[in-house]
């Protein structure tokens, strides 16, 4: 092994006239010139594959054109330069709406009213009496896509005047709000419907969630109280309910001058239950309820009563799976307030005096 190392040694030493050669034969050093050909030998193959794969993706996108709308012209793919601007006149109305029903959403959709006057103005020239964000919005509430289960929400089927369909929309997305103001004791604060208060100490006035229409199912709704006298609870929908008849007095479900307009509003909806209205009084903690027809109305004490004072929230459970109205206060269960529920309700606060009272759908 030792002679073998040292003869390899001794080869690799001695001067390879061949070698020599190889190394006068090697350049000694690389020209910029050889350089900058291989650099751009480089930068063309990769522009050369960019543009293979750009040609692809653009085949693959008419495709699929062409599989959404089978029945429209395929429009040329036109790359903008950044000197070019993109005539939008171009796109067909009916494919812009189809690509835009994706979004569905009223934030999305308003955004897409603001990019340009093609998505945000009328579009006369297309049949539409209104815009392409508009007509979206209009396809998503006849499709009940926000539908809430157990709820039946009542929403305008027209636009008129400053309504829009975007409006309309975002109603649906946002529907638990005191729709209808009963009495005039009673006004929205700061102009948000989910805010009511009470403007004097001798006329009470009723606030109803009427859109917001529960039928089956479980729900839960919570009220912020400002104010110890508000009065919160369920009540059945009616559709004789004109603020303008009631607006001069007090209005408050249980006044027996108005029980005989209450019950004509009877309605198939009701079922065969007998609680039309049943009411918390977050003064005494107090339970109310009537038929519209019972003479012996007075106020009923009931497990878990408790008082709410200013400040507190008032969290309400409608179980029409087990005919329950279960109360919380500040999210601690109380207890069943009523039992023997059955048929449609709606939410509603009466305040008496100087009061705010805000509603808020929750899943608690």
Same mark, same amino acid.
């Given at each position: 092994m030792g002679s073998k190392e040292g003869a390899r040694?001794?080869?690799? /030493?001695?001067?390879?006239?061949?070698?020599?050669?190889? +190394?006068?034969?090697?350049?000694?050093? $690389?020209?910029?010139?050889?350089?900058? *050909?291989? !650099?751009? *030998? %480089?930068?063309? $193959?990769?522009?050369?594959?960019?543009?293979?794969?750009?040609?692809?993706? +653009? %085949?693959? @996108?008419?495709?699929?054109?062409?599989?959404?709308?089978?029945?429209?012209?395929? #429009?040329?793919?036109?790359?903008?330069?950044?000197?070019?601007?993109?005539?939008? /006149?171009? #796109?067909?109305?009916?494919?812009?709406?189809?690509?835009?029903?994706? @979004?569905?959403?009223? @934030?999305?959709? @308003? +955004?897409?009213?603001? !990019?340009?006057?093609?998505?945000?103005?009328?579009?006369? %020239?297309?049949? #539409?009496?209104? /815009? $392409?964000?508009?007509?979206? %919005?209009r396809r998503v509430v006849h499709s009940w896509r926000n539908d809430i289960e157990g709820v039946r929400i009542k929403l305008p089927q027209y636009v008129r005047s400053t309504t829009t369909w975007l409006s309309i929309l975002h109603e649906s997305e946002h529907p638990l709000k005191f729709r209808t103001l009963l009495g005039n004791g009673i006004e929205y604060h700061n102009g948000r419907r989910t805010l009511v208060r009470g403007i004097s100490n001798d006329i009470a006035g009723t606030a109803i969630a009427s859109n917001y229409i529960m039928v089956s199912g479980e729900h839960y709704a919570e009220f912020r109280v400002t104010g110890n006298r508000p009065f919160l609870g369920i009540v059945r929908p009616m559709s004789n309910l004109d603020p303008d008849r009631f607006s001069n007095d007090n209005f408050h479900f249980f006044d027996r001058a108005l029980c005989e307009d209450l019950l004509f509003a009877r309605s198939d909806e009701w079922g065969s239950g007998n609680v039309h209205a049943c009411q918390y009084c977050c003064e005494d903690g107090d339970m109310i309820w009537t038929n519209w027809e019972r003479e012996d109305l007075g106020w009923d004490e009931w497990e878990g009563m408790e008082d709410c004072k200013t400040g507190d929230t008032v969290g309400m459970r409608l179980n029409l799976d087990k005919g329950t109205l279960t109360v919380y206060k500040n999210s601690r269960r109380l207890g069943v307030m009523k039992d023997g529920l059955s048929g449609s309700y709606c939410w509603f606060a009466t305040v008496i005096e100087v009061s705010k009272v805000g509603i808020r759908r929750s899943g608690a």
């Open positions: 040694k001794t080869s690799c /030493s001695q001067t390879d006239p061949m070698a020599d050669d190889r +190394n006068s034969k090697r350049p000694k050093t $690389i020209s910029r010139s050889s350089v900058e *050909d291989s !650099t751009n *030998d %480089a930068r063309v $193959i990769s522009l050369e594959y960019d543009i293979h794969s750009l040609r692809s993706e +653009n %085949a693959r @996108l008419r495709q699929q054109l062409q599989w959404f709308e089978g029945h429209h012209d395929v #429009l040329p793919v036109v790359v903008p330069t950044p000197t070019r601007t993109v005539d939008i /006149s171009r #796109l067909d109305t009916s494919l812009v709406t189809h690509v835009v029903t994706f @979004l569905g959403t009223s @934030l999305e959709l @308003l +955004n897409v009213a603001l !990019t340009c006057k093609a998505f945000g103005w009328q579009q006369p %020239a297309s049949g #539409l009496d209104w /815009s $392409i964000a508009d007509e979206v %919005a």
